[in-house]
């Protein structure tokens, strides 16, 4: 019987540069913003990016576009989703209507502020942060854009998808 070894060396880590977004825009008109900005194509994912919660799986939408010349993936991830759970109690009012609460989820909860990240994965040297930065604070609705350190990153594995 063959013994198979396999070294760190092996696998090869991709690089990617996040970048978080905070506005009050819809997520497809935020993709349609940065589009006008970036020379990228945004297009909305039939997918969802599912992430386990104790009591069920919770879908983040995301946008994508793949530069294949540069070999530079772009993906545009929704930070924030409330989601209602309705019981069936009915409330006795003018309009008797199903009792419930919303619960909010987050995508990377140590960035509760943060409306989106625009995840850059390609070679560092091919990706100008900055410039980008730059180019995304140009958009009104957008308050604030910002670098995402890796090393602030508490749930990584939410970025791998």
Known sequence: MAIHKLFMDDFEEVDYQLIAIHTALENY????FINQQLPILLSKN???ILIENEDQPIAFSYFEYED?????????IENKKEITITQGIY?????????????TFYFLPEFKKA???L???GEKNQINT???I??????????TVYAVEKSQIKSKNNLIF
């Open 46 to 48: 039939k997918e969802d």
């Open 68 to 76: 294949e010349v540069k070999g530079i993936q772009w993906s545009l």
């Open 134 to 143: 730059q180019k995304l604070k140009t958009i009104d609705q957008v308050s």
């Open 115 to 117: 409306a989106y990240f």
């Open 91 to 103: 409330l006795t009012n003018l309009f008797s209507e199903k009792e419930g609460f919303t619960n």
């Open 130 to 132: 900055n410039l980008i």
């Open 29 to 32: 008109r935020i993709a349609f």
């Open 119 to 121: 995840k850059i994965e």
